[in-house]
């Protein structure tokens, strides 16, 4: 595991909350791979905003969406990066992360 990887791993160690913890991987994603970030909980048809970029151009972008434990959470990219972007190594790692916050 490289340690962009790892560096992504320990975040949820080192936030003090769900809230903090996902501005901490949107500038991380951010950094890595240029592009805008933004972290959602997903409450059936409404994306409440947790972290990140805030309002971006949410229809020409990349969107992800994953369950962790009872909730949904989901991802936006602007602009998409394509293949570039790593999902299926990262979204166990975003499982992990927002899971340790649900007690």
């Known amino acids: 595991m490289t340690s962009f990887y790892k560096k992504l791993e320990g975040l949820s160690h080192g936030s003090g909350n769900e809230t903090d913890y996902a501005e901490k ?3 991380l994603l951010s950094d890595k791979f ?3 970030v933004t972290l959602c909980e997903i409450f059936s048809k ?3 905003f947790l972290g990140g970029a805030g309002l971006s151009h949410a ?3 990349r969107r992800e969406v994953f369950d962790a434990g009872s909730r ?3 991802l936006l ?3 998409d ?3 570039s972007f790593p999902w299926v ?8 992360g927002f899971s340790s916050f649900l007690a």
Do not use: F, M, Q, T
């Not at 190594?89 to 992990?96: A, C, E, G, S, T």
């Open 25 to 27: 991987v949107a500038e």
């Open 34 to 36: 240029g592009v805008s």
């Open 46 to 48: 409404r994306w409440s």
């Open 59 to 61: 229809g020409a972008a």
């Open 72 to 74: 949904c959470y989901g």
């Open 77 to 79: 990219l602007y602009p």
């Open 81 to 83: 990066p394509g293949n």
């Open 89 to 96: 190594r990262l979204k166990p790692l975003l499982i992990k």
